[in-house]
């Protein structure tokens, strides 16, 4: 599966910003999707996770309450809902999917099988 990221941009504090993650191929359904980020000079961190079917979500303790993770199986398309953004938010955000993995607790940068380019957030103060 192939995965393009967008909607990444430049936002004040406490702003909002839409992520999408578009994903090719037929199987999109059979996958848990993550999006994770890498701040500069920083190791790629999990940021939150979504079951096959969507019924299911899990939340770094960073963005839990402020991030909201969706898809749309219909559309192939995965989502990060970002409110009340902070500038220790800014990096590049990175979608990923996994078929090694069944529940989106499980979830991590090493159990992704497939991950698209970046998209940069920055949040200025």
């Known amino acids: 599966v192939q995965l393009q990221a967008s909607g990444g941009g430049l936002v004040q504090a406490g702003d909002s910003l839409l992520l999408s993650c578009a994903a090719s191929?037929?199987?999109?359904?059979?996958?848990?999707m993550g999006w994770f980020r890498q701040a500069p000079g920083k190791e790629r961190e999990f940021v939150a996770a979504?079951?096959?079917?969507?019924?299911?979500?899990y939340y770094s303790d960073s963005v839990k309450g402020r991030f909201t993770i969706s898809r749309d199986n219909a559309k192939n398309t995965v989502y990060l809902q970002m409110n009340s953004l902070k500038p220790e938010d800014t990096a590049v955000y990175y979608c990923a999917a996994s078929n090694q993995v069944s529940i989106p607790t499980m979830a991590s940068y090493n159990n992704m099988n497939y991950w698209g380019k970046g998209t940069q957030v920055t949040v200025s103060s």
């Open positions: 979504i079951s096959r079917g969507g019924a299911s979500t």
């Open positions: 191929g037929r199987t999109f359904s059979s996958y848990v």
